[in-house]
């Protein structure tokens, strides 16, 4: 089992495919075994590395409030590990804010990266969502959890298409049967570096490539958090899927895995 240690904690990683390295990191709650369909598509071009976030899966779930800036240098000592000088990235939600602390404190290790549902800072509302889901994680049973998740990131456009319907309902059971991934402590370390996360003033010391891609009906982190992280950015570039929300990398895969495929060969 790939295990190394970083930043003081234990780390999951994977690696799939050839090429150049691209690392991913997934948002909170989430493993990195959630790139799956994704890493099907890139792994034909890239290294793909996969980690367990600090909070969550096989990784240590230490005591929190955890940080942002934590979190990128726990995957800068995961690179430095594997004998990565230089990496492509790809960061979703939470992914994306410790990409963006990544490429501010370690800005020799980034090629280029693509930054999906950011934000540079929590407003009040996007505050108390995050510290929601911890009281959610706290009284409610998985299922009843994993509806709530999906109930923050997933459109209209899912909710009315009756196969993804389906498989919804059919992910809130299996999430009943599973081993559970995150503890509450994880969780809790976890939505501590989501509300936390300012880096508005230092993006602009980014000068790398950076795609922004976004839905413009996400609810869990609204269309002006992209607008305002890709503003910031000298060299970035927006995208935003129309009739989206938070999960529009699973709404449009086919569109998303061709389209963050051949901007990374290109950038």
Same mark, same amino acid.
């Given at each position: ?69 934590? @979190? ?40 280029? @990266? ?154």
């Amino acid at each position: 089992m790939p295990i190394l240690r970083s930043n003081g904690i234990n780390l999951y990683y994977e690696q799939h495919g050839s090429g150049e390295p691209l690392l991913l990191i997934m948002g909170i709650t989430a493993t990195g075994s959630v790139w799956e369909k994704h890493v099907a598509y890139w792994q034909k071009k890239f290294t793909c590395i996969t980690v367990d976030n600090r909070g969550v899966g096989l990784s240590d779930q230490p005591e929190g409030p955890y940080t942002t800036a934590q @979190m990128a240098d726990d995957c800068a000592g995961l690179l430095d590990a594997l004998n990565l000088p230089k990496v492509r990235v790809v960061g979703c939600s939470m992914g994306s804010t410790i990409a963006q602390q990544l490429a501010i404190r370690h800005p020799q290790k980034i090629v280029s @990266m693509v930054l999906m549902c950011p934000w540079a800072r929590c407003d009040n509302m996007a505050g108390a969502t995050f510290q929601h889901m911890v009281n959610c994680k706290i009284v409610f049973d998985p299922e009843a959890f994993s509806l709530f998740i999906q109930l923050l990131i997933y459109s209209k456009l899912s909710w009315d298409e009756d196969t993804t319907f389906a498989s919804m309902a059919a992910n809130r059971k299996l999430a009943a049967t599973e081993d559970q991934v995150q503890s509450v402590q994880g969780l809790e370390g976890q939505a501590a570096a989501c509300i936390n996360h300012d880096a508005l003033q230092m993006l602009p010391q980014i000068k790398q490539p950076v795609l922004v891609i976004g839905g413009k009906q996400d609810i869990f982190t609204p269309m002006w958090m992209a607008t305002e992280v890709a503003d910031a950015i000298p060299n970035a570039e927006l995208h935003m899927y129309d009739g989206c929300g938070h999960a529009f990398h699973w709404e449009q895969i086919a569109d998303f895995n061709e389209r963050i495929n051949q901007w990374l060969l290109d950038h």
